[in-house]
């Protein structure tokens, strides 16, 4: 029951939002003519980029996390057939 309290409450204050926010702006951009759309589209539209740009970075900084404990692990195991090689030589002798 209370989720679908919340649910209702939460379309009513998002319609209540919209409506206050209709009126048409003009936005520029740097090529081409102004556009002229409800300021609820521009509203909204920043609210989701700036949920998705961290989103997207997180994303890019995890792969690039990766790539690096890759690289380490890669020259991790050059240096200890390295060390290993060098034991057998010292070995030898």
Known sequence: MFRLMSA????????????????????????????????????LSSFFAGMLLPVFGRMVWRVRRIQKDKERRALAKRQEV????????????
């Open 8 to 43: 209702i409450l939460g379309t009513v204050m998002f319609v209540t939002f919209a409506m206050a926010n209709a009126s048409p702006v003009h936005l520029s951009y740097l090529l081409g003519p102004p556009i002229e759309i409800p300021l609820i589209f521009v509203v």
């Open 82 to 93: 390295e060390i290993l090689q060098t034991r057998d030589l010292l070995e030898r002798r």
